[in-house]
């Protein structure tokens, strides 16, 4: 990490240099992608999330929280044997990815390169321990990045994955408009949403949408099916 030693963000939030948010150009499916965030209030699994997902035969990409992983082992071995899902590395603690501690939802970020190679490559390792695959794509906790940070996880060789379609707001969106933030994705799109909270509309909203996307033409796929770059 010597090499970002000293060096001076110049972009921070949700889109910062270095992060991608959409699907090569060109690309006709597009992306579903759940957080699992773990932590306080945040441990829980939306079973009905993955139900809808099978049941419609749907492809998405699970960013998975270490603490969540530790907190729910079983589910983790579980969608990581499915075909249909590919596990993503979200985090060690769920912090926001900066060389400087800028915070993001009240949420102190990462305060140095190593802390920010200690944040991404601890759960790359504990990700790796619980499926026995190596995640190639990154989502930092609350999403927020600054440039350096970025090209730190390019680095360690994952691509920072952020989002083009905002599904559930954090899992606070009511059934109808998750529904209406799925509907409103494109071919191309990165969605996001999250599966760690079944208290939330995201499943119904969720489940809602997929017959009429699929109707309307919509295939999905995995990140690793057209990588973002």
Known sequence: MSAFAGRTPVSWGLEPSGVALSLPTGTRALALTFDCCGGPGGEGFDRS????????????????????????????????????FEIANHGTAHLPLSVTGRPAYGIAGTTHAGAVYDEIMGAQAELKAATGKVPRFFRSGTAHYDDVAAGICRALGLVPVNFTVNADGGATYPAATVMNELLSARPGSITIAHANRPESGTAAGLSAALPRMIAQGTTFIRLSEAPPV
């Open 49 to 84: 999330v993955l139900s809808a997902l099978v049941r419609h035969e749907v492809a998405a990409t699970f960013f998975l929280n270490a603490r969540w992983v530790r907190a729910n082992p079983a589910v983790t071995r579980e969608l990581a044997a499915n075909p249909l």
